[in-house]
């Protein structure tokens, strides 16, 4: 279940996301023990699978104009609080460009920066950068969605301010 999680994270649907993580897991039970380390190459895979399928092709543009997140209901989340709280960290998710996104799904598995500088072949100095850049853009999309519902509650839904004499 954490394996199709990390692939929605990464912008899948949850309907992709199983579709993914079931073709590699079908390849590679095969050779399970041959693999160093399992989860790693699994999320790797996964995400490869993903990136790389037919579906997500095709609908790349609309999908890169829209974020093509899917809400906590659809991915069949049982437990109601857990789906609000996927839901809040997808919505945000969406803000970040793809590679913070990659970044991020493999920050929110408990992958430290040198493993997915590893992992992803890349300098984790960039990912690093990421990282931050990522916290960085969400910890400000947070606050001023706070800001937002603080000023609807003072407000109050529908509150009109009167600016003009009688």
């Not at 990464?10 to 993914?20: R, Y």
């Not at 999908?63 to 437990?79: I, L």
């Not at 430290?112 to 984790?124: M, S, Y």
């Amino acid at each position: 279940m954490s394996l199709v999680r990390f692939v929605v994270t990464l912008g899948a649907t949850w309907e992709e996301a199983e579709d993914a993580v079931g073709d590699v897991l079908a390849e590679l039970l095969p050779r399970w023990n041959q693999i160093r380390s399992p989860r790693a190459y699994c999320r790797k895979a996964s995400e490869r699978a993903y990136v790389n399928s037919e579906v997500r092709l095709r609908k790349a543009p609309e999908a890169a104009v829209r974020g093509h997140w899917t809400s906590a209901a659809q991915q069949g989340a049982t437990d109601a609080y857990e789906g609000l709280e996927q839901e809040y960290a997808l919505r945000h998710l969406r803000l970040l460009n793809q590679e913070q996104r990659r970044v991020m799904a493999y920050v929110f598995d408990g992958y430290q920066p040198d493993e997915i500088a590893a992992l992803l072949d890349k300098n984790p100095g960039t990912v690093r950068s990421n990282i931050r850049h990522a916290r960085k853009r969400l910890k400000t999309a947070i606050i001023a969605e706070r800001e937002r519902e603080l000023s609807e509650t003072t407000n109050g839904p529908g509150t009109q301010t009167h600016l003009g004499g009688s």
